[in-house]
């Protein structure tokens, strides 16, 4: 495996329901982060990860739980979501946080019913 | 604030020029960027500038005016794999950290 990659890639779940998203980087790098994209939205950053420690968190609502045991891995727990959280949800990565160039992961398509 | 504005849809022919405009509004400006999004795909880096001036790699290039707040993303011989949306973003430098603030995109059509 290369890059960043996802899983899953698509995920249907009901407002009561509980489930993680994950995401792992082979690139050596030491920052992650979790994006947001909706439909005609721009990105919306939520979270950053430096080092395993959270450097960020963009106003998130706690239904969201980042968990990063070590750079190489970051996870998105998700419970009692809302339709309005239906969306792409992005993982990328950088050497260090803020660094020139993000690398991307394919992204979970997550549909909340 | 922080703001960025892009056009929201575009559309151009195969084999010619297109210019994607980005203007901004942030406090403490620290780098533009450019991203290639595929329908379904991930985001790709394209360029990055943090001086004035034009930046070229191979059929794309880019242009900042830190002045006045606005880039642009040049294609030439346009593909019609070219198609795809167009983010740019802003490294912004804000309490001690640089985080990425994304436009909207914009999706840019190439027909042949």
């Known amino acids: 495996e290369t890059g960043v990659t996802q899983t899953p890639r698509h995920l249907v779940m009901g407002m009561t329901n509980k489930k993680s998203l994950k995401c792992e980087q082979h690139l050596g790098h030491n920052a992650m982060y979790w994006y947001k994209q909706s439909a005609k939205k721009p990105l919306e950053l939520m979270f950053v990860y430096n080092f395993k420690e959270q450097t960020e968190n963009n106003s998130v609502p706690s239904r969201f739980s980042p968990e990063c045991p070590n750079s190489s891995h970051l996870f998105l727990h998700l419970h009692t979501l809302q339709p309005e959280d239906s969306a792409l949800y992005l993982c990328a990565s950088s050497q260090g946080a803020g660094d020139i160039e993000q690398y991307f992961g394919p992204g979970t398509r997550l549909t909340v019913t | 604030g922080q703001n960025i504005d892009q056009p929201t849809e575009m559309t151009a022919t195969e084999g010619a020029i297109v210019q994607i405009n980005c203007t901004y509004q942030t406090s403490g400006f620290n780098g533009l960027f450019w991203y290639q999004q595929h329908a379904g795909e991930a985001p790709t880096f394209l360029s990055y500038?943090?001086?004035?001036g034009l930046e070229e790699k191979g059929r794309f290039s880019s242009f900042l005016s830190r002045s006045k707040g606005y880039s642009y993303l040049l294609l030439k011989e346009l593909q019609m794999k070219d198609s795809a949306s167009y983010l740019c973003a802003v490294r912004d430098l804000e309490g001690g950290y640089n985080k990425l603030i994304f436009g909207a995109g914009t999706r840019l059509a190439v027909h042949p």
């Open positions: 500038n943090v001086l004035d």
